[in-house]
């Protein structure tokens, strides 16, 4: 009978061991996931605060060049905004580093190509100032269509940013919209952020893609001659040798963008005039930059600006991007987009 006594408590502490064993497991696990948990919050937290730390910076270079020369640009500032990975190649933020960048039109190779540093936004033709005509001629220059083509988008284009019922194309274009498989109705209010033109008949990603590295929505409509590329100047109707010769004398020596010799036009209606001193131009082409001036097509500053933030992962690409747009003369983020 003792023995019998004996067995079963010897039974009990078995089963009483392996249940405190599976619970110890069971607890262990989940205080394991716990641990891992928050180890990702923690890590989700520390690039989160150093993408936004890289968009500061961006934001104090700005405010930085506005408070020490009144944003004037000199060749020296240009490089500094547009041109800088000494500043924005590799920030670093506790054991983080983190990019600024922005991506230019490359008027050599036709495509665009990254830099450190910030993008000019009155670079950039404005979809909310510019004429029918002149999205018309950027269509047809950043996308190499025909012109009953280019028309076509950009009578789409207009009649999205303008108040009214239009008629377009031999159609309605509110007729269009609201005839769609999930229907919206046209804005019929300028654009506030590019990646609206996707919701403007004949923009699917593709034409989008191509397109939105010459437009923008920001600014007071003009183009800062000192920084547009070489299809925007084309797409206000400057005709092509006149455009490179304004180029040339813009680029210096080395041909080169946003580099120590690149020449400032400081006021606009100088532009044929210190142009003429590197290219010789004739009387007719300083008369097509003349009337473009005249029209307050141009300017020589700007101060909204664009810009990239992102951590790199370590096993390639981003743990974090911060696209932003600062307008450094008001003081104030007007565009903000994290993913």
């Known amino acids: 009978m003792l023995s019998r006594s004996r067995a079963f408590i010897l039974m009990s502490a078995l089963w009483t061991l392996t249940f405190l064993s599976i619970l110890v497991l069971t607890l262990f696990g989940t205080i394991r996931q716990r641990i891992i948990l ?38 020296q500032a240009k490089m500094r905004r547009m041109n800088n990975p000494g500043e924005f190649a590799a920030i670093p933020v506790g054991d983080l580093r983190v990019e600024v960048v922005h991506g230019a039109p490359d008027d050599a190779s036709g495509t665009v190509v ?6 000019d936004e009155q670079a950039k033709l404005n979809l909310n100032t510019a004429s029918a005509e002149t999205i018309r001629a950027l269509i047809m220059e950043a996308l190499g269509w025909g012109g009953v083509e280019a028309k076509g988008l950009a009578d789409a284009i ?38 609206e033109l ?52 813009r680029r210096g020596e080395d041909d080169l963008e946003a580099t120590a010799d690149d020449h400032i036009f400081m006021r606009t209606f100088d532009v044929a ?5 590197a ?27 664009s810009f990239t933030a992102r ?11 911060v696209v932003c747009v600062f307008d450094a003369l008001a003081s104030r983020t007007v565009y903000w987009y994290e993913k």
């Open 198 to 249: 996707l919701l403007v008949k004949g923009v699917d990603r593709k034409t989008f893609d191509a397109l939105v590295p010459y437009v923008t929505v920001y600014g007071d409509g003009r183009v800062n001659i000192n920084t547009a590329s070489r299809k925007v100047l084309l797409s206000l109707g400057l005709e092509a040798n006149v455009v490179d010769k304004v180029l040339k004398a």
């Open 311 to 321: 951590v790199p992962a370590v096993d390639g690409g981003y743990q974090k991007t």
């Open 38 to 75: 928050f180890q990702r919050l923690e890590t989700r937290a520390r690039v989160q605060l150093a993408a936004e730390a890289g968009a500061k910076k961006g934001i104090a270079v700005l405010l930085d060049d506005l408070e020490n020369n009144q944003f004037m640009l000199t060749a």
């Open 273 to 277: 005039a210190e142009t003429s001193k």
């Open 114 to 119: 990254e830099h450190w540093g910030m993008a």
């Open 158 to 195: 207009t009649d999205w940013r303008d108040t009214g019922r239009h008629e377009a194309g031999g159609f309605f274009s509110d007729d269009y919209y609201k005839g769609l498989e999930f229907p919206y109705a046209m804005k019929d209010l300028p654009f506030e952020r590019p990646d």
């Open 279 to 305: 290219v010789p131009l004739e009387a007719r082409e300083a008369r097509q930059i003349d009337a473009l001036n005249a029209k307050g097509v141009f300017s020589t500053e700007s101060g909204i600006y």
